[in-house]
């Protein structure tokens, strides 16, 4: 059963290009999440997405930034017009069911670093 | 808001030994988890051990045990027995009981050097 799987694993961009990071949840999750990683930083929540919906992006920056999960494929996190600032770790996590329940666990990817040159 | 506290930065023990990592929280509810997370070099996050805020009793996951104070909302993690392979960033997270959602807060991370 595989786990989370992110891709790619290292992505480069110039600034002003457009990122896009892609997760794939492990095999029965339909609940996503994603989380960046900042330099000498924790983990910081950036939304929750199930099945075509977005559930909660309260830590969503308000502008470049979106989130999908299509009814088929991959979660796609995807940043236009990207800065230096934006350079971080991304890490996707899934779950079977999106609380944090007693017996609930929430698995993550190995996580994308983006660089912004 | 909740906020999570780490406040070793860096840390370092000679294998076989035990060291015990620091971690203290905000929060006004009484209802509540709380994790650590190892990530190693590969960048993995992975579970370490949880603890639910309703139980008195502290979680233990083989050499991995925690001393959860919940008046002094404090919640540190002993490795016993280190080992080379503990060697990583630890990070101390809280999320809220039916959240909703599995929005984690986590603290900035302690990192953990075993010396052989």
């Known amino acids: 059963n595989a786990g989370v799987m992110q891709n790619p694993r290292h992505l480069v961009r110039r600034r002003g290009q457009e990122a896009r990071l892609r997760c794939s949840p492990m095999?029965?999750?339909?609940?996503v999440y994603w989380y960046r990683q900042l330099p000498e930083e924790g983990l910081k929540f950036m939304v929750y997405l199930q099945k075509e919906n977005i559930i909660d992006e309260s830590g969503m920056p308000k502008e470049r930034f979106s989130a999908e999960f299509p009814k088929e494929g991959p979660s796609i996190l995807r940043i236009q017009q990207v800065v230096r600032g934006d350079s971080a770790a991304y890490f996707c996590a899934s779950s079977r069911t999106g609380t944090g329940a007693t017996n609930e666990k929430l698995f993550f990817g190995s996580g994308t670093q983006l660089s912004v040159l | 808001a909740q906020t999570v506290t780490q406040s070793q930065p860096e840390m370092s023990v000679q294998e076989a030994e035990t060291v015990t990592l620091s971690c203290t929280y905000d929060t006004s509810e009484s209802n509540y988890y709380l994790f650590w997370y190892k990530q190693p070099p590969s960048r993995q996050m992975i579970l370490v051990i949880r603890q639910e805020a309703y139980k008195q009793q502290n979680a233990t996951e083989n050499r991995f045990s925690v001393n959860f104070q919940k008046a002094a909302k404090s919640f540190s993690l002993k490795i016993s027995d280190s080992q080379l392979g503990d060697t990583a960033m630890y990070f101390c997270?809280?999320?809220?009981?039916?959240?909703?959602?599995?929005?984690?807060?986590f603290g900035k991370g302690t990192k953990l050097s075993v010396i052989p």
């Open positions: 997270a809280f999320i809220l009981r039916g959240a909703g959602s599995y929005q984690l807060t």
């Open positions: 095999k029965g999750h339909s609940h």
